[in-house]
């Protein structure tokens, strides 16, 4: 097994240089290759697999082929090599590489069917790799959502047909803007937008390894990888899906603001920045949110690896109030995980600057609503005040685990991976920023617009710090269950029906009882029934789903 481990990472490691070159050389010939091979001929029928290559998915497949590879060194000991479940474990993870290559290179709808797929049936199998309840659970929500936008994307593939063909390359100027509707649709679910963001932070079941590839560069970046190759003048300033977009990354950020579970915030935070990604393809730069999205993937991969360098040395433990003081004893893994943190907020001159401060002065420099430009930036305040409050309980707050519990640094595989990501967190921005001459963008700003990002960046790190210290911490248990849930509907009916059970109690003695049946008591009931039935539907058995999913089947076909 050891043997197989080392030949597929030494395939992925030298296809990293030979990709990160073959870009190169094709960014400074302006080549596009485009590959035909016949997979089956028969008279009049042709079944051909067509494989694009360009600068865009030459950068990425390097970025997934980078970070696989050091995934596959860091698994060799958080995983343990010695344990028969690792080759469970480890092929699935080469199902889930190839699975997203595939889609990377495909300029047909047909293709990328196969690695769209492929992508959300082995995350399914990843999900439930620990065999727990929960797991199942999680397991059977991501992969239920995620078929849900499939729907959209086999829809498209048999409209296309009535086009001639399914290079969809060339053919986006003529496509009727309901096929966009479509792609935004089974994007959303892939990415995880705020209708279908559910089930992103319950992916978090699976193991850490797989967490930090899902999160980077595979699956949550389908979706926008798909609307970039998709991209068209019909997404420019549409007025829905920026707000859509919005509405995901404050609803994520209050979301980690009240969350206590360390690999939840990280996932949480990842909502954020796909939701800033979309934002910038609907604003029409889609260059700006590719490479937003590959230095991304540097920095949150980090972030993700480091947790799990936490997770494993603290004896399973995932929950920050029980950290602490954590920088003593494991200074290393701290020093990078605070890279990856300080990247996250966008300070100046790391990767996560440059690719965030395009977008957010490209998006003041585009004249929308004050609206809007003022929630994008409150964002990036909480963005800066749930990353303070994850510093300020791993490393500053007293350390509260069991006193018998002693967890030092020492050097393995898993300080390779996490080290080599340090350097490229810091350097990646910088380099792809030159690479793709962004730094032709000449933008005039007053001196306080410029500073604005700068100055919601300090004032987000002094309010998350200040409530860290707060002993209630802003009606915790309120906001708890009203931001807490992430869009679980059983959580949210709870909370409307205690806060309006009095307001109906006393209001009901008023009425007469026709008054009470269907006014303010029906009204109360109705609340609790619908509350209990979601409960209910979402601790329900495979059953129900696969009926539910039959009976709207036969309903719409």
Not at 96 to 113: Q, R, T, V
Not at 137 to 149: A, F, V
Not at 440 to 459: A, N, Q, R, S, V
Request: proline share 2%; glycine share 4%; net charge neutral.
């Amino acid at each position: 097994m050891i043997k197989y481990m080392y030949y597929s990472w030494s395939i992925f490691f030298l296809s990293l240089f030979f990709f990160f070159f073959f870009f190169f050389y094709v960014t400074l010939n302006s080549y596009v290759i485009f590959i035909e091979y016949t997979v089956y001929n028969f008279n009049s029928l042709h079944v051909n697999y067509l494989i694009y290559l360009d600068s865009m998915s030459l950068v990425f497949i390097s970025v997934v082929m980078l970070i696989s590879s050091l995934v596959i060194i860091y698994s060799y000991n958080y995983m343990g090599i010695p344990s028969y479940s690792f080759y469970r474990f480890f092929f699935i993870l080469l199902m889930f590489i190839i699975s997203m290559i595939l889609m990377i290179i495909s300029p047909n709808l047909i293709s990328i069917m196969l690695g769209w797929d492929g992508l959300g049936l082995v995350s399914y199998c990843l999900v439930i790799y620990y065999t727990s309840i929960n797991s199942y659970l999680s397991g059977m929500i991501t992969c239920l959502t995620n078929r849900i936008g499939d729907f959209g994307l086999l829809i498209c593939s048999c409209w296309l047909i009535s086009y001639g063909s399914w290079h969809f390359l060339f053919y986006l100027d003529f496509y009727n803007f309901n096929i966009f509707i479509l792609l935004v649709f089974s994007s959303f679910t892939k990415s995880a937008q705020v209708p279908f963001s559910s089930w992103l932070p319950m992916a978090m079941s699976a193991p850490t390894p797989i967490s930090s590839l899902v999160h980077s560069s595979t699956l949550v970046t389908a979706g926008v990888y798909l609307l970039i190759r998709f991209y068209s003048n019909l997404f420019f300033f549409n007025s829905v899906f920026i707000m859509l977009s919005v509405m995901t990354i404050l609803f994520s950020s209050f979301c980690s603001i009240y969350e206590f579970d360390l690999k939840s915030i990280i996932a949480l935070s990842t909502l954020s920045q796909l939701g800033l990604m979309m934002f910038s393809i609907f604003m029409g730069f889609p260059d700006f949110s590719f490479f937003h999205l590959i230095s991304h993937a540097m920095f949150k991969s980090l972030m993700f690896l480091c947790s799990g360098i936490f997770i494993y040395y603290m004896n399973d433990n995932q929950d920050i109030r029980y950290m602490g003081s954590v920088s003593l004893m494991m200074p290393f893994s701290s020093s990078c995980f605070n890279i990856s943190n300080i990247c996250l907020c966008g300070i100046p001159f790391l990767s996560g600057f440059f690719s965030k401060d395009l977008i957010f002065e490209s998006f003041t420099f585009s004249s929308y609503s004050l609206f809007l430009y003022i929630m994008f930036y409150i964002s990036v305040g909480m963005t800066c005040f749930y990353s303070i409050r994850l510093f300020y309980y791993c490393f500053i707050n007293s350390f509260n685990m069991s006193c018998y519990i002693s967890f030092y640094d020492y050097f393995n595989l898993m300080k390779i991976s996490v080290f080599v990501l340090s350097i490229m967190s810091i350097f990646f921005g910088c380099f792809m920023f030159w690479v793709f001459d962004f730094s032709l963008f000449f933008l005039y700003f007053p001196f306080l617009m410029k500073l604005m990002t700068l100055i919601f960046i300090m004032i987000g790190f002094f309010l998350g710090y200040e409530f860290c210290l707060m002993n209630f911490y802003l009606f915790n248990i309120i906001f708890y269950y009203n931001f807490g849930k992430m869009i679980n509907m059983s959580g949210y009916l709870w909370f409307f029906y205690y806060y309006l059970y009095f307001f109906f109690y006393n209001c009901s003695h008023i009425l007469l009882c026709w008054g009470d049946y269907y006014g303010f008591v029906g009204l109360k009931y109705l609340i609790y029934n619908l509350n209990y039935f979601f409960y209910l539907f979402s601790k329900n058995n495979l059953n129900l789903y696969i009926f539910i999913f039959i009976f709207f089947f036969f309903f719409f076909f």
